[in-house]
């Protein structure tokens, strides 16, 4: 069965330093999706992105975010200076219609843990 | 604003019993849901999701209901194994779907 794959499983990255969190959709899949999860708390949409651009984004996605489908597989998420708060599982998800009965699949995350 | 929230967080049940998690949602302009499990170190696993237009889905040992008079949301899972152990959030789809809001979850415990 397709899944969504997630690299790393775990970044450690000091305060201030950006980091790529990579994702790999399912092939046939158009439309992608970030959500992060802090620790204990419920699971918050970031984004989500369709024929290569932003279609939705949160309030938490700011200008320290951004996305980007660099090649035909691949769908990264980067934030250019990470805080303390940063610090949470990342998931991304991806579906191949924004409808339903069409599930978003989602990979099995990185921990972020910035200090 | 939109809300998706659980009334219990923390279900223990014994093998073999019925479970039943609950969900309680505020947007009434909400048309699809979703249950999802998450597994200890996992991302969130669908379970099953219905649309507005229906009040119940069934799927293999699970059922969703669905009463939008009371914006609830409910979750059954018939003959409960340990296998199910997990924590069990609902979702709501706004319109397009363009992202899913999720409750804070309920923990399912199952007892041998």
Not at chain 2, 23 to 38: L, M, P, V
Request: hydrophobic share 30%; aromatic share 12%; charged share 20%.
């Amino acid at each position: 069965e397709p899944e969504v794959t997630q690299t790393p499983s775990h970044q450690v990255t000091q305060m201030g330093q950006e980091v790529i969190l990579r994702c790999v959709p399912i092939s046939n899949h158009l439309y992608f999706y970030w959500y992060r999860q802090i620790l204990g708390q419920k699971v918050e949409f970031l984004v989500s992105f369709y024929n290569n651009e932003i279609s939705e984004k949160s309030e938490i996605f700011d200008d320290q975010f951004s996305v980007e489908r660099p090649d035909g597989s691949n769908f990264t998420l980067k934030i250019r200076s990470t805080k303390l708060e940063d610090s949470a599982m990342y998931f991304c998800a991806s579906s191949n219609s924004p409808g339903g009965p069409a599930e978003q699949y989602f990979g099995p995350g990185t921990r972020l843990t910035v200090t | 604003g939109e809300s998706v929230g659980l009334h219990l967080p923390t279900l223990s049940v014994q093998e073999g019993d019925n479970s039943i998690i609950n969900c309680a949602y505020s947007n009434s302009a909400s048309d699809y849901f979703i249950w999802y499990k998450q597994e200890s170190g996992k991302g969130p696993q669908f379970i099953i999701d219905i649309r507005s237009n229906m009040d119940k889905r069934q799927g293999q040992r699970v059922t969703v209901l669905l009463n939008k008079t009371v914006k609830h949301l409910s979750l059954q899972i018939a003959a409960t194994q340990p296998g199910d152990s997990a924590v069990y959030f609902c979702a709501e789809g706004d319109t397009g779907f363009q992202k899913l809001v999720f409750g804070t979850g309920t923990r399912l415990l199952v007892s041998p």
